[in-house]
């Protein structure tokens, strides 16, 4: 039996719009809250080292704005984890990070880093946080995963939708299998499992139906698909695709 599914938007490239310029206009806060009112179940946002979108009074607005959840994503550093510990949001997602990269490529590496991320994860779980794990889908990922004290883990499916939108049909019928046996996998270890990544109107069917998946957190679409929409519709659309996949 399938469980509820629900919907993260990430509010990140709110903040790019408004970086591009310069000023405070348009509010991160002001779109999260336009998401929460359009039926969104949390907020992801993601503060980089180099604050490239979301800045640290993005952060403070939301942990005061928000009535929904928080799902701060981050970087697995000690300055990264002294702002979480301070502002203890409901959800903490590690995630790999690179200076150079556009947007976050790759899942982290747990297995090659199981004793740090075991001693980084510790005190955040004490402090009240549920430790999501940002991770491709690899059995060996999400057993390590499970060791190092995260309660749940998020499936990397980028590779899916690039392979979608290459024409690689075969391709993403291959990396869409090895999700759903990771999203299996991950479930039988008694880790909650997500998933997100690059998904738009046009690949999320498959993942949505996925009966083991809890939640999808998706931004950059939904941010661009906003331009032509507005955001409460562009939301409401993808709750639609969300729901009919479970049918």
């Known amino acids: 039996m399938s469980i509820e599914q629900r919907l993260g938007v990430n509010i990140d490239h709110v903040a790019t719009l408004r970086n591009a310029r310069g000023g405070a206009y348009p509010d991160p806060l002001r779109a999260a809250l336009m998401a929460e009112a359009a039926g969104a179940d949390g907020i992801t946002a993601h503060l980089r080292e180099d604050r490239r979108h979301i800045r640290d009074a993005d952060i403070d607005a939301l942990i005061g704005g928000l009535r929904i959840p928080l799902n701060f994503e981050m970087a697995a550093t000690a300055e990264m984890q002294a702002i979480a510990l301070r502002h203890k949001p409901h959800a903490v997602c590690l995630v790999p990070e690179k200076r150079a990269e556009r947007t976050t490529e790759g899942g982290l590496d747990v297995v090659a880093d199981q004793d740090r991320l075991r001693d980084f994860i510790a005190p955040l779980v004490e402090a009240g ?40 049909h075969p391709g993403a019928d291959e990396e869409l299998a090895r999700i759903t046996r990771s999203a299996r996998f991950a479930a039988e270890l008694g880790l909650e499992v997500h998933a997100g990544h690059g998904l738009s109107y046009e690949t999320v069917s498959p993942i949505a139906a996925l009966p083991e998946v809890a939640e999808l957190n998706i931004g950059h679409f939904l941010i661009g698909e906003s331009v032509f929409l507005g955001l409460g519709p562009a939301i409401s659309e993808m709750r639609r695709l969300m729901q009919n996949a479970r049918r």
Do not use: I, K, W
Not at 129 to 135: I, N, P, Q
Not at 151 to 165: F, Q
């Open 129 to 168: 946080c549920r430790v999501s794990l940002f991770v491709a889908a690899e059995e060996q990922q999400l057993q390590a995963s499970a060791e190092v004290g995260a309660a749940v883990v998020e499936l990397h499916t980028g590779a899916y939708c690039d392979l979608h939108a290459a024409g690689n």
